[in-house]
């Protein structure tokens, strides 16, 4: 502990101790406001983040038709599209999106996948040999006018443009048909966002269809037409319209997809028709099509037709599913006062898992959601079980997911939570990017990165303790720490991204989270997050209207957040270098000389004063008392008149107030702080007193604003403090912890010894069963 004193000078009281000794530092620039690295505000959109006055966008209304022929696995179709130009631009040509041309020998996918070969290589590793015979895309076979007219068009990998007989003026529409047809992947072979999976013990697959027919690519302000070229990882950017879909299977297939059926008597039995109504009102999901219809349909394989209708208004896209091997369930469920039909599609395979918490998880979704977006304005959502235990695939009403148990019923903790989280995940991106319509093409993290913040919110309301796998910011830590070589900023368009999975999803789900628990508080984030969505649900916003809206919603500064956590790779790591320990100096020499003599009483003796007391037994003063002086009584510890003196005269100026603080018996403290990893963070400090209480406290980010490398910070407190902790509860994400207490203290770790033997069981449920016989 250090004393100080507090002094007055003629032209004010000060006190120093917040003035930084190191120089003003250069990098002020983390607090930079992005100013042009964002567009220029205008009547399209606005500073404030909302759509301008001016805002328009485009919109295409889709009447599609098409068969699946179940024997050849492929799809034939044709679609009327009607295009309406609301922008202010004359268009003298169309450009639509031919995503299934990723599948096309000549794709520049294929072209443009790199790698190298060991001496043992994996059969999904040479999955690119099976792609490369594969004859997939799409087979364009007519583009016409409404008069049926032939349209001059150019194919250009997975984009087509179609050239328009005269310009299209703003306020008009063109419509025009497409004729088609491509064969469906197989996506145990090759592996894509659709496909079909077959089963071998009773020779039918299961459909889930997706990307499957030619659709129209957006046209906005920002980019004119989005055009940039589908090689797999980018996703979507899609125009909003209205579907009228006639889709031709099995007359034993069930169909799933987005939109509302409309001929439901002529495809459903009486039987599925009265569960449906029973599933109006009940508590928990109706098996519509129960497991042993699902099997005996299996078995026989109609050989005839049925045709399925749906109909869906503003949607950017429809997907569907079919096969006769799906067992379905269905749940009318209140979201926001709305009756919303929630359903689950599922093969015989995924139960008991899919039975007991497909349906559960989407109605759950729809709920939390809803919360905190927009009110879901679709009249169903539905989860469609897809090959193995992949990832999911999203689209409007209708989503694709993995998770499945082991062949004997059986399921790990991961198998379980994983299935929830990706439907969780899939179904939440209805409202992120299906209704707040992002570009997916350039920027991947609006959609999955918000998406996958909000699917962490719901998931921790589904169960106490859930394991989500991000969201929370320690959980980003092993990404952070990664060679910057490998990393880029979250503003990386979708196909240039490096890991993509946690760029994508984790590290802008943990900014998200970062900003409301930490950096702006849950219920102002909250307001703001809904107003976002508010003002974009059913429209296209970019990067800008994200961040300008945040800010305004929340009267928060937040461009070093933006410039630190999406524009940059640095990560969070805050050093807490040093405490100094401080107490004022009275001045009353009857308070401190006495302090003074036990503090230098204290001090240890060193090794030689130790010894020298042994060996050395008379010194030359011991035998020459002539050589002693005023100095060898001098007792700089004795109180004298004059120190009183002095003491008196000046206390005797001060105020009462500058008594008080004189007399308080605060305990000060400096802490030396390091940012050694680069990102401007909060600073949030616990400390632990000597009587066993303790106390938080957060210093906002701007802490840093004067120096974004070292600072120090003074504070103050009523008792002494034992234990200082820096982000004590795991907020910031900071890479390295050790040096985050003071005094330093050690970050207890356990091994294990072990003998050379085979992989751990990793299924207890199974485990348990085996020892118990109950196994199947």
């Known amino acids: 502990m250090k004393r100080f004193t507090v002094f007055c000078l003629a032209l004010g009281c000060i006190t120093g101790l917040y003035a930084q000794t190191k120089e003003i530092d250069p990098a002020y620039s983390k607090f930079e406001q992005l100013g042009t690295a964002l567009p220029t505000p205008n009547n399209y959109r606005s500073a404030s983040g909302a759509p301008g006055p001016q805002y328009w966008q485009q919109r295409a209304d889709y009447d599609i038709k098409a068969e699946l022929d179940d024997n050849n696995r492929r799809i034939t179709g044709a679609e009327t599209i009607t295009y309406y130009n609301n922008s202010p631009d004359e268009l003298g040509y169309l450009w639509l999106q031919l995503d299934q041309n990723l599948f096309d020998k000549e794709s520049n996918t294929l072209k443009t996948q790199t790698g190298t070969l060991n001496n043992s290589v994996s059969f999904n590793a040479m999955s ?60 145990q072979k090759i592996r894509g966002r659709s496909g079909y999976e077959f089963f071998p013990a009773d020779g039918n697959c299961t459909y889930t269809i997706a990307q499957w027919f030619p659709r129209m690519a957006v046209y906005d302000d920002v980019w004119g037409w989005q055009h940039k070229q589908f090689l797999g990882q980018g996703e979507f950017a899609l125009t909003f319209g209205n579907y009228k879909v006639a889709l031709t299977v099995p007359d034993d297939h069930i169909v799933g997809a987005t939109g509302n059926l409309m001929n439901e008597k002529q495809v459903l039995t009486s039987t599925q028709i009265q569960r449906l109504k029973e599933a109006e009102t009940a508590k928990n999901p109706v098996v519509i099509v129960n497991q042993q219809e699902a099997t005996e349909a299996e078995k026989k394989k109609s050989t005839g037709k049925k045709t399925w209708i749906f109909q869906a208004e503003n949607v950017r896209d429809f ?11 269905a749940k009318l469920c209140d979201v926001e006062g709305a009756k919303v039909w929630a359903m689950s599609y599922y093969p015989k395979e995924g139960n008991p898992l899919w039975g007991q918490y497909s349906t559960r998880a989407v109605e759950h979704t729809l709920k939390s959601y809803s919360k905190r977006t927009v009110a879901y304005p679709y009249p169903k959502a539905i989860s469609v079980h897809w090959i193995g235990n992949g990832g999911g695939m999203e689209y409007p009403m209708i989503c694709f997911n993995g998770g499945r148990p082991e062949a004997d019923g059986t399921y790990s903790a991961q198998t379980k939570y994983g299935m929830i989280g990706v439907i969780i995940h899939e179904v939440g991106h209805n409202f992120f ?9 350039q920027w991947s993290w609006m959609d999955e990165g918000l998406n996958s913040f909000c699917q962490y919110l719901a998931e921790q309301e589904w169960e106490r ?67 976002y969505a508010t003002r974009w649900a059913f429209k296209h916003p970019h990067p800008a209207d994200f961040f300008r809206s945040m800010e305004d919603a929340t009267g ?61 037994k008379k010194t030359l003063v011991d035998d020459n008392p002539e050589l002693n002086d005023f100095y060898n009584s001098y007792n700089p510890y004795q109180i004298t008149p004059e120190d009183k003196a002095q003491f008196d005269s000046y206390y005797k100026n001060l105020t009462p107030e500058e008594k008080k603080l004189i007399e308080s018996g605060l305990h000060f403290y400096t802490l030396k702080l390091k940012n050694n990893g680069g990102l401007i963070s ?54 390295d912890t050790e040096n985050n207490y003071f005094p330093r203290k050690p970050e207890a770790s356990r091994f294990q010894l072990f003998k050379q033997q085979g992989n751990r069981p990793k299924n207890p449920m199974q485990q348990a069963q085996k020892a118990s016989g109950q196994q199947k």
Not at 433 to 441: F, G, K, L, T
Not at 563 to 581: A, M, Q, T
Request: overall charge negative; charged content about 25%; aromatic content about 12%.
């Open 465 to 531: 303790g859930y394991p989500s796998w991000n969201g929370e910011p320690y959980q980003i830590v092993s990404y952070m720490r990664s060679s910057k070589e490998t990393l880029v900023p979250i503003m990386t368009n979708s196909e240039q991204v490096l890991q993509f999975g946690p760029n994508a999803y984790d590290k802008p789900a943990t900014a998200l989270n970062i900003l409301r628990e930490t950096v702006i508080g849950r219920e102002l984030f909250d307001i703001a997050f809904k107003e």
């Open 682 to 735: 909060p600073v949030i400090v616990k400390m632990e007193f000597e009587d066993g209480t303790e106390k938080i406290e957060t210093y906002p980010a701007e802490i840093w604003r004067l120096n974004s490398k070292e600072i120090s910070k003074v504070i103050f407190t009523d008792k002494p403090v034992k234990q200082f902790t820096l982000d004590p509860y795991l907020q910031t994400a900071d890479i």
């Open 128 to 187: 690119f040999v099976t792609r490369s015979q594969f004859d997939g895309g799409f087979k364009i076979t007519a583009v016409k006018d409404k008069s049926g007219n032939k349209l001059t068009h150019i194919i250009n990998k997975t984009m087509m443009r179609v050239n328009l007989p005269q310009p299209l003026r703003p306020g008009q529409k063109f419509i025009f048909s497409v004729e088609w047809n491509y064969n469906i992947n197989d996506m």
């Open 556 to 616: 928060v500064d937040l461009d070093w957040f933006w410039r630190g956590w999406f524009y940059g790779i640095d990560p969070v790591e805050v050093s807490l270098e040093d405490v100094n320990y401080y107490k004022i100096n009275s001045q009353n020499p009857d308070v401190e000389k006495p302090l003074a003599k036990a503090d230098a009483d204290s001090k240890p003796k060193t090794i030689s004063q130790q010894r020298n007391a042994e060996e050395i």
């Open 319 to 329: 997907a569907w599913c079919s096969s006769r091997r799906y067992i379905w369930d």
């Open 433 to 441: 990017p299906m209704i707040v319509n992002s570009d997916e093409r």
